[in-house]
């Protein structure tokens, strides 16, 4: 079969790879401009608005940072020719250039480019999920959030386990063991987890322990062992005798041949896992969407799997399958591919299907190829040429852009029938089908991944704790923490004011059993709703996910959570510590954490980012590494004041104090920074790139619009995919 796959190459470009000869000597002197100029303005344009290279005017950085950046550095291909007394004098005079001068004028910047974007692994699973009629994955942090008897969490959402896969059940009921695990003919009646017993773990908010394993085909007995007591399975009635006057718990496991095909879980486990520029919080990256050698092998393997769950809308009649091929081709190809096929292509697949020894074997090649090519593995906006030399995405393009933007999944047949009546050409059009689609279950899903992407907060699968600190950080507590905020996300969007103010300064969020006793609160039976403690309404802030994983495995970190809260949460990007800054300070049994890290504000290397870090962070201290609340450390009251310095921008020379957590929060909820980042990580994720330079004019309106609306998220969504600048793009094509 042919791989019939695109090759996206990424060309990588930079100002250092322009310089043909040695650059120009500086000039003597302080001349900050003269020495832009001469250094700086081929890449950074003559206005330091950008160029080949970013803007630099307003600054996204520290000045002394900066400074010292330039010093080490720049220019590409002759660092340090600009020494310290040039490199304040330029960056003097960046800071003297007017912020917002000279006025942008919109009508002047060229469109988005064309673009082609890989599906990521989520979008595959949920695309071939809707395609082959399986249940919608949801989106989950671990197995305990899907449906555990029968699902497993697979690159963030619950994908059905395979025919292979058992998943052993021990319902509590009430008992909380300090062992047990499944011990039985496939692991050799193992009496003890260390000899090789399948260990078993309480699902977060439920009163049940689980395992999950595959098991060979044949015939299968077990029993679980609680504290030492082994046990049958209740939940399984199928019995054989043990040899001893009782008996085991029976399983028979039969997944032959392609009647049980590889669970998805499986298939979208095989995919190399997306990459992520620095600073780029989310999976669709465009530009990093490169097609390796173990793409093409994980694509050819799970088409073949695939193919054989496809069914026909109907069966041959006579000796003539054509009309039924042809039939199947073009239904299903326009939901695979996300467009009608063309005459060619309904041919040439029909041909495949009535050139096979029998229907079904010809369904299942012409299956394949629809699976393994790139229409269905990659979606386009490329457009259609325009007069005016611009390209018009098209309706299916658009169709496509709004339903993995709002659902991550392939369109439905309404989004498509939209399309093929000419009822999604024009924005409003755009915009009234993607408030349709922000009214499905599949939005809210969409948006939970979106808040746990956009705030880092993936890391928390894999974040280390010690145990001997953190001996309460168990996997149900992580499991805990994990649904949270997606939950609380989905909640302020579709249930609350949907507005931004509310995702930092609600006093409320949705707590299970493990995460409100880890809060101090009466646990609830189940999931639900609850206002917390007033040291942690600071809506996102508060949460034990966001704490935990901006912290170190031993103790808190004010580095880690004000960077957290400067590069998420206002866009200002900071330089890569210079070799010899040092490491974390040494644990004081006597200190508290702000005491400790004095040494950043003391060291004037340090201070030029320190200031803007540190001060941030310690509005944090109130809570431990893994989000639990404190008032003491070593001994001594902690000090939560801080201050946040130039949260507009760099250089304001504006300073707002707080004195604790919700303060803090609040400050960032009517910063006008703050919800200007927010819309440019929207504009990031339903474009699938970082904003270029040529961009700004776009950023920045669908920012000015999200503050006229008083931050309405939801009509934030909405405004980036109907913008008139994501519609059309230029005849240039991305790399």
Same mark, same amino acid.
């Given at each position: 079969?042919?791989? =019939? &796959? /695109?090759?996206?190459?990424?060309?990588?470009?930079?100002? +250092?790879? !322009?310089?043909? @000869?040695?650059?120009?000597?500086?000039?003597?002197?302080?001349?900050?401009?003269?020495?832009?100029?001469?250094?700086?303005?081929?890449?950074?344009?003559?206005?330091?608005?950008?160029?080949?290279?970013?803007?630099?005017?307003?600054?996204?950085?520290?000045?002394?940072?900066?400074?010292?950046?330039?010093?080490?550095?720049?220019?590409?291909?002759?660092?340090?020719?600009?020494?310290?007394?040039?490199?304040?004098?330029?960056?003097?005079?960046?800071?003297?250039?007017?912020?917002?001068?000279?006025?942008?004028?919109?009508?002047?910047?060229?469109?988005?480019?064309?673009?082609? =974007? &890989? /599906?990521?692994?989520?979008?595959?699973?949920?695309?071939? +999920?809707? !395609?082959?009629? @399986?249940?919608?994955?949801?989106?989950?942090?671990?197995?305990?959030?899907?449906?555990?008897?029968?699902?497993?969490?697979?690159?963030?959402?619950?994908?059905?386990?395979?025919?292979?896969?058992?998943?052993?059940?021990?319902?509590?009921?009430?008992?909380?063991?300090?062992?047990?695990?499944?011990?039985?003919?496939?692991?050799?009646?193992?009496?003890?987890?260390?000899?090789?017993?399948?260990?078993?773990?309480?699902?977060?908010?439920?009163?049940?322990?689980?395992?999950?394993?595959?098991?060979?085909?044949?015939?299968?007995?077990?029993?679980?062992?609680?504290?030492?007591?082994?046990? /049958?399975?209740?939940?399984?009635?199928?019995?054989?005798?043990?040899?001893?006057?009782?008996?085991?718990?029976?399983?028979?496991?039969?997944?032959?041949?392609?009647?049980?095909?590889a669970p998805m879980s499986e298939l979208v486990a095989t995919f190399p896992p997306e990459s992520r520029p620095k600073g780029f919080t989310f999976d669709n990256n465009a530009e990093a969407g490169l097609v390796t050698s173990g793409h093409v092998e994980a694509y050819l393997g799970a088409a073949t799997s695939l193919a054989g769950r496809v069914t026909a809308p109907c069966r041959p009649t006579g000796s003539d399958a054509r009309p039924c091929a042809e039939q199947f081709v073009t239904t299903f190809g326009r939901r695979v591919f996300r467009r009608p096929l063309t005459m060619e292509e309904v041919t040439r697949y029909s041909s495949v299907i009535v050139a096979a020894p029998s229907f079904d074997a010809g369904l299942v090649r012409a299956a394949e190829w629809m699976f393994s090519s790139p229409h269905f593995l990659y979606r386009s906006e490329l457009g259609v040429p325009q007069a005016d030399g611009t390209f018009r995405l098209t309706p299916w393009e658009l169709a496509t852009a709004l339903s993995y933007s709002l659902w991550q999944t392939t369109p439905d047949d309404a989004l498509l029938d939209a399309a093929a009546q000419g009822k999604l050409s024009t924005p409003d059009d755009v915009a009234r089908e993607a408030r349709r689609l922000l009214t499905d279950l599949r939005a809210r899903v969409a948006m939970g991944t979106f808040a746990t992407q956009w705030l880092g907060l993936e890391r928390l699968t894999t974040v280390d704790k010690a145990p001997g600190v953190y001996p309460s950080f168990t996997p149900e507590l992580r499991a805990s923490m994990a649904t949270e905020t997606p939950a609380f996300f989905e909640h302020v969007l579709f249930d609350g004011t949907g507005r931004f103010e509310e995702l930092f300064t609600a006093p409320y969020s949705f707590v299970d059993g493990p995460l409100a006793r880890h809060y101090g609160m009466e646990a609830p039976a189940m999931r639900e709703k609850r206002d917390v403690p007033s040291v942690r309404a600071a809506g996102l802030l508060g949460h034990a996910s966001v704490l935990s994983s901006y912290a170190h495995s031993d103790q808190s970190s004010p580095v880690k959570r004000g960077v957290f809260v400067r590069e998420h949460l206002l866009c200002q990007d900071f330089p890569v510590p210079p070799a010899n800054a040092g490491g974390v300070p040494k644990i004081d049994p006597n200190a508290t954490t702000r005491e400790r890290f004095r040494q950043h504000s003391a060291d004037p290397s340090c201070r030029a980012c320190h200031q803007y870090i540190d001060e941030v962070g310690f509005g944090f201290e109130g809570f431990d590494a893994i989000g639990g609340a404190r008032a003491l450390e070593n001994g001594k009251a902690i000090d939560t004041t801080g201050e946040l310095r130039d949260v507009e921008a760099f250089g304001a020379g504006t300073t707002t104090s707080f004195t604790s957590l919700p303060q803090l929060a609040t400050q960032l909820a009517q910063s006008q920074r703050a919800q200007s980042c927010f819309a440019t990580m929207v504009f990031r994720q339903t474009r699938g790139r970082h904003e270029r330079d040529e961009e700004r004019c776009t950023v920045e309106a669908l920012s000015s619009g999200f503050l006229r609306t008083g931050g309405d998220v939801r009509e934030l969504f909405v405004q980036s995919l109907a913008d008139e600048r994501f519609l059309t793009r230029s005849s240039e094509v991305a790399p």
């Open positions: 079969m042919p791989t =019939r &796959l /695109l090759v996206f190459v990424v060309l990588l470009g930079g100002c +250092s790879r !322009l310089q043909t @000869a040695e650059p120009p000597a500086p000039p003597e002197g302080g001349d900050g401009a003269a020495l832009y100029a001469a250094q700086c303005a081929s890449c950074h344009g003559p206005a330091a608005r950008g160029g080949i290279g970013h803007a630099l005017v307003p600054l996204k950085q520290p000045a002394d940072a900066l400074r010292l950046r330039i010093v080490s550095t720049m220019p590409p291909g002759n660092e340090g020719s600009c020494d310290e007394t040039c490199a304040r004098a330029i960056v003097t005079w960046l800071m003297s250039l007017p912020a917002d001068q000279p006025p942008l004028v919109c009508d002047s910047f060229p469109p988005a480019r064309r673009q082609l =974007r &890989l /599906l990521t692994r989520r979008e595959y699973a949920n695309s071939v +999920s809707d !395609l082959l009629g @399986a249940p919608v994955g949801r989106a989950c942090a671990s197995d305990a959030t899907c449906t555990v008897a029968t699902e497993s969490c697979v690159s963030g959402t619950c994908m059905r386990d395979g025919c292979g896969v058992r998943t052993f059940l021990w319902r509590a009921n009430g008992r909380r063991p300090a062992s047990i695990h499944v011990a039985g003919s496939f692991n050799g009646w193992s009496a003890t987890v260390a000899a090789g017993g399948w260990a078993m773990t309480l699902v977060a908010g439920s009163d049940s322990y689980v395992v999950k394993r595959p098991l060979t085909n044949g015939t299968h007995q077990y029993k679980f062992v609680v504290d030492g007591q082994w046990v /049958l399975d209740e939940g399984n009635p199928e019995r054989a005798s043990d040899g001893f006057g009782g008996n085991n718990s029976v399983l028979n496991v039969q997944c032959n041949g392609t009647s049980t095909p």
